[in-house]
C-alpha cells in the first residue's frame, strides 16, 4: 500500500487512473445492458412464412406513415427494434393503423385479427431485437402480491394514470387512459415499450415480476369493484362534488319546495 | 316567570307537568317561543339542511372517533384489504382502514360523515347566496351576515382539518400544498411550516394537531356561533317575500308551535334520510384506493373536497412565468437572500381574501352608496335590486372560474380538449367573466323589471288572438289582478344620490366616490310604476278606475 501511495505523483498515475475508471464503468455498463437485452433478443422465434405474411400486411396498412421497410417517415416513427411487444400492443388495442394524426393514438375497435397481429409482430420483431410478447407465466396473477404492486403503481403509474386508475390529463391534449378492461398481456406490453406518451419501464427499471405485481393489483381493484357503493367514475373529489351540488342539493330542494308547497 | 298560586293537577302526568314547570317556567318560553312565527317558502330552508346536517355531522363524527387513532406511528397494515395488506402507514391510516373494512357499520358512518361534510357546506352556501340576492342583510340583519360567514369559514376549516385526518395519499397532497403556502411567504414561513408540522413536513405531529383542531376546537366555534346566528334570528324574526298583507312590521306564515316544529323535526329526518340514502349507495374518498401518504407520489386528478376547490383551482391557473417575468422574487437582506413566491401566495390569498372580504363589507358598502339606513323586513325580489343581483353574478362567476380550474384536468379528459386550452380560456374568463357576468345580469335585470311595467301598465298577454271587422289580428291583454299588481309594483326603489355637500358646504372626497359608484350602480333604473301612470294607461285602454287602487301607491 505504501509503494502505492509513493508512486501517486508518477506522470502516468492520472492515465492509469482514467483507464481504471473507464474499466470499470464500461464493464459495469455491459454488466447492467446485457440484463435488459438478455431479455429484448429472446423474441419468440416465428416461422419464415409468418414474416412474409406480416410484411404483406404491413405494406398495405402501415407503410403510408412507417415507410415501406419500417425505417420511418415524416408522419411515423422507424419501428426497426421496437419489437414484437409494441405491435401487439398498438395494433391490439385498435391504436394502429392510426385513424388520423393527433396528440395521440387513441383506442377503437381492433382492426385485425389475432393471426394477423402475430404476423404483424413478427415481421416488425424480425427487423430487430425488441421487448417480446410477454409469456404466460409474467402475467399470472395468481402469483403476483397486489400490494407490492399497488406500491410500485402508486410510485411509478398514478401520476398519470390516477391511484384507482381511472386516467388522467395531460399536456396539449394528451392524456393517460383508465386502465380498467385493459388486459394482462396489454399492461405488460405498455409497461415494457411505453406507448404514445408514456416512457418505458424496462426489465432493470421495473423488473417482470414487479410488473406481474402491478398487473395483479390492477386486476384486483378492478374485481374489488368499489367497497362504498358507485365509484362515481374513481375520480376523486370532483365527481363527489358534482354530485353533492346536483342530484344531493337536488333532491333536498324538491323536498323543500314540497313541504312548503301550501301556500301562507 | 313562574306564578304558581293555589293550581294542584288532578292526573299523574299533570302533577309531573307541573312539578317541573314551577321550577324552569317552561310554560312561559313555550308560550312565548311557540308562537312565533316563520314564513313559508323553500328557499328559507338551506339554513336548516345546514343545521341539520351539522347535527349528522356530531353523530356520526363522534361514532367514528370511537375506533379512529389519531396517531403517525408508523405501523403495518393487516386488516382485511387485500391490496394493502403489509404496507407500512401511519396508525390513523390504519385506523381508517379498519373503520371502513373490519368495523361493522364503519364504512357507512364514514360515508355519512363525509356526504354530510359536503352538503354542510354546499347548503351554507346556497343559504347565504339567499339571503344575499334577496337583500336579507340589510339593517337589522347586517352582524348576523357576519356571523353567518364566519360560519362559512369555520365549515371549511372543520372540512379540511377533516379530510387531512386519514393521512392517505390524497390528503396528504393537500397538506403538501399548505405546507408550500406557508413556505412561500417570505422570512417566517419555513419557521412557521417547521411549528406547524413539528420539524420537517410531513412529520408526526400534524395529525394529532389537526384532529384536536377537527373535534374540539372548530366544532365548538361553530356551535358558538350557531346559536348566536339563531339567537339573532328569533331577535330579529324572519324576513319575507312581499305579497299582499306582508309589511315590513308583520311576519305572514305559521307559527312554530304546532306546525314548525312538526316541519322542522319531519325535515331532519327528511335530511337524515337522504344523506343515509346517499351514503348507502355512493362511495366517497376511498382512501384504499389512494393508499397510504408516501410524499414522493402524487396520483393524477388530485383534489381537494369542493369547497376548497376555488383555491386550489387559483393556484392552477396562476403562471409562474410572464414573458421573462418571473413571479419569483429575490429580496436581498442583510442576513442574506429571502425568497418570495408570489406565484403561490398570490393565487393562495388573495382571490379568497378578496371573495371573503367584499362579502363581510357588502352590507355596510350598500347602506353607504345607497344612503339606505331603513330597517327591511320585505325581502328584494333579485330583479328589482338589479345592482346588487349583478355583484353577486359577477362574485358567482369569479368563484366558479376558479373552482372549475381545480378541475381543469377533468374538463381536459372528459370534454376531449387540451389541458393547456382550459387553463388559457379559465385565465382569460377569471379576469372578464365577472365584468360579463355583472352587465348580462344587470341587462337581465332591468329587462325583467320592464316587463313587469309593461304587464303592469298594459295586462298579461292572454294567449287570446282576436279578430277585428277589418281583418287585423291583435293578441287580448288581460288586466293582472290587484294581487298581482301589488306585487309588481310596490318594490324598494333606489336612485342615483349625487354628492352632498355636509353641514359646513363641503363636498368631501369620499362623498364625491360614493356618488360615482351609487350613478354606476343607479344610473339605469326601471321605476316601479306610480297610481297616475296606471291611471293614465287606464284611461287610455278605455277602462274605468280600478278597485283599490290607492293601495298600490308606492309611497308609503
Known sequence: MKALSKKRRHPLAAVALLLFGLLVTGSLYTAAGSISEAKAADTTSASVTD???????????CATCHGMSA??????????????????????????????????????PVQFDDEQISQLSAYVASLGAGPAIPGEDVLDTTQGDAAQGGTIFRVNCAMCHNAAAGGGALTRGKFAPTLAGVSEKHIYEAMATGPQNMPVFNDSNITPDDK???????????????AGGAALGNLGPVAEGLFVWTAGLGIIIAFTIWLTSRPS | MATTNEYTPSTTTGRLANFVDSRVGASGMVKEFGRKIFPDHWSFMFGEVALYTFVLLLLSGTFLTFFFDPSMTHITYNGSYVPLKGIGMSAAMASTMDISFDVRGGLFMRQVHHWSALLFVASLSVHMLRVFFTGAFRRPRELNWVVGGVLLIMGLAAGFTGYSLPDDLLSGNGLRIIDGVMKALPIV???????????????????????????????????????????????????????????????VGFPVGPVYAAKAGGFFFIVFGIVAFISGLFQINPIWNYGPYD?????????????????????????GYLGNFSFEWI????????????????????????????????????RWVTKDNREHHLLDRPRNAPFRTAMGAAGVVFYCVMWAAASSDLIATHF?????????????????GPIFAFWITRRICLSLQRKDREIVLHGREAGIIQMSPEGGFSEKHEEVDVYKRFLLTSYNDNKYIPAQPDAAGHVSGSEKRRAALSKFFFEDRVAPVTPSELEAAHAAHGHHEVEGEKQDSIEK
Request: glycine content about 10%.
Open chain 1, 212 to 226: 406481474r405485481d402491478v398487473i395483479t393489483f390492477l386486476k384486483t381493484i378492478e374485481a374489488n369493484g368499489s
Open chain 1, 71 to 108: 425505417e420511418g417517415t415524416a408522419d411515423g416513427p422507424s419501428l426497426i427494434g421496437v419489437g414484437a411487444a409494441a405491435v401487439d400492443f398498438q395494433v391490439g388495442t385498435g391504436r394502429m393503423p392510426m385513424q388520423m394524426q393527433g396528440p395521440q393514438a387513441q383506442a377503437k
Open chain 1, 51 to 61: 414474416v412474409e405474411e406480416g410484411q404483406k400486411l404491413f405494406v398495405a396498412n
Open chain 2, 331 to 366: 429580496i436581498p437582506f442583510p442576513w442574506g437572500d429571502n425568497t418570495l413566491v408570489l406565484s403561490v401566495l398570490l393565487p393562495a390569498l388573495v382571490p379568497a381574501g378578496v371573495l371573503f372580504m367584499v362579502m363581510f363589507a357588502w352590507p355596510w358598502i350598500e
Open chain 2, 189 to 251: 414561513g419555513t419557521y412557521l411550516s417547521m411549528f406547524f408540522f413539528g420539524g420537517e413536513f410531513p412529520g408526526v405531529h400534524v395529525i394529532p394537531r389537526l384532529y384536536s383542531l377537527h373535534i374540539m376546537i372548530v366544532p365548538a366555534v361553530i356551535i358558538l356561533l350557531l346559536v348566536i346566528h339563531l339567537f339573532m334570528v328569533v331577535t330579529h324574526k324572519h324576513t319575507q317575500y312581499p305579497g299582499p298583507g306582508r309589511t315590513n312590521d308583520n311576519v
Open chain 2, 416 to 432: 376531449h380538449v387540451a389541458l393547456n386550452d382550459v387553463t388559457y380560456w379559465l385565465r382569460i374568463l377569471f379576469f372578464l
Open chain 2, 295 to 319: 410524499p414522493s407520489p402524487v396520483s393524477a386528478g388530485t383534489q381537494p373536497d369542493w369547497y376548497i376547490g376555488f383555491v386550489d383551482g387559483a393556484l392552477r391557473l396562476m403562471p
